[in-house]
């Protein structure tokens, strides 16, 4: 097993997944940098958080044609785990490797806190260590967040368990309170039909640390090293 962050210009949570994948889980990481093609026999990728290229056009969008991301499509395409973490999100679903689309928050605001996280679902590669009921609290930081999709496409990520997370209450309930961003149907996370991509707006590796206090993120982390 060997994980690579891949680093776009204007990622800036890239040294944060290193962190926690190479220093608290232990593992064989790298960072991949954007112009390069070799994915140098990584096999678990991470497009980290941050704000690659601006943001200019949309959030993700020209991250999309950097040389590494025929590399790193090519790679998921076959099978491999990718792993997108806000920004990393937003680009999986510029790509196409994740269906739907993250809009502009309701608030038009940056939005940068803790919320609380239910997983939907134990049949995935980063939420089978998730412990029945237990609500995650992670932190979020992004300003087009608010994931969304047409009709069709929502019936199918429900119907197919393809919902990872959605945004709850302390309590556990997902509300439109709760939800930070207008989310449809409060969606954090999602993954695609073949199980093998992953996306989601919060920071788990924000969370991975006892010296912040908060360790919820490493059983994201936990649940991908026991599907090694």
């Known amino acids: 097993m060997k994980f690579g962050v891949v680093v776009f210009p204007g990622s800036n949570c890239d040294e944060d997944m290193v962190y926690v994948l190479q220093t608290v889980m232990k593992q064989?990481?790298?960072?991949?940098?954007?112009?390069?093609?070799?994915?140098?026999?990584?096999?678990?990728?991470?497009?980290?958080g941050g704000f690659s290229y601006g943001d200019y056009l949309r959030s993700g969008a020209i991250a999309k044609f950097s040389p590494i991301m025929k590399s790193v499509i090519n790679h998921a395409n076959n099978g491999g785990f990718l792993f997108g973490v806000c920004n990393g999100f937003q680009i999986l679903c510029e790509t196409g490797l994740l269906q739907g689309a993250l809009l502009h928050n309701n608030t038009r605001k940056f939005i940068c806190k803790n919320v609380y996280i239910k997983s939907q679902t134990t049949n995935s590669l980063i939420t089978s260590k998730i412990p029945e009921n237990r609500l995650l609290k992670?932190?979020?930081?992004?300003?087009?967040?608010?994931y969304f999709s047409d009709a069709q496409t929502l019936k199918k990520l429900n119907q197919n368990n393809q919902i990872l997370f959605r945004y709850c209450d302390v309590n556990g309930n997902i509300t439109d309170e709760a939800n930070p961003n207008g989310a449809l149907e409060n969606i954090a996370g999602i993954c695609n039909e073949s199980r093998n991509v992953?996306?989601?707006?919060?920071?788990?590796?924000?969370?991975?640390?006892?010296?912040?206090?908060?360790?919820?993120?490493?059983?994201?982390?936990?649940?991908?090293?026991?599907?090694?």
């Open 198 to 228: 992953f996306g989601m707006m919060p920071h788990p590796e924000r969370a991975s640390d006892k010296e912040l206090f908060n360790e919820d993120g490493k059983f994201l982390f936990e649940s991908i090293l026991e599907n090694n």
């Open 138 to 146: 992670i932190p979020i930081a992004h300003g087009e967040g608010k």
């Open 28 to 48: 064989n990481t790298i960072k991949l940098w954007h112009k390069n093609t070799d994915l140098e026999g990584c096999t678990h990728i991470v497009l980290p």
